[in-house]
């Protein structure tokens, strides 16, 4: 079940009938964002499909992100997140594709990528826009918060369009 604030944000989304469809690459988020978005009855007005790509292997094959930006970046990164987002939008023929790559927790963080720190890909026809952000907490607090921006990213892109 979903807090109220995520819940919100989904149906601020589904309201705007906007005939937008959107699209996801998840990695640290392992499908909790599309959970978000499929969470209210007639999603299949503005949700195409999702992406779990967890595995570098499954970045590289199914997004078709290159093994090289991996390799010089690594997969926590915005370079990664904007590959994800664009392989994303090209599979789904979305109007919008979102991605999200990052450290969840508890463990992995470096002192260059923290616990926390959360990439972001935000595909359209208008090109594609990065942004990283750091976040406090547990595994779960994280990977909530994640999604929580990945919606308003969602929705400021929609807004924006209309």
Known sequence: MLNKELINLVQQIKDTKSAI?????????????????????????????????????????ILSVQEQTLNKFGAVSEEVAKEMAEGSRNIAESDIAISITGIAGPGGGTEHKPVGMICFGVATSCGTKTSTHYFKGNRADVRKQACLTALQLILSEIVHKL
């Open 21 to 61: 469809i959107i699209s996801t690459a998840e990695s640290c988020t392992g499908g909790m964002l599309a959970a978000c978005l499929t969470e209210l009855a007639g999603a299949s007005q503005y949700f195409a499909t999702g992406i779990v790509s967890y595995s570098n292997a499954a970045k590289v094959k």
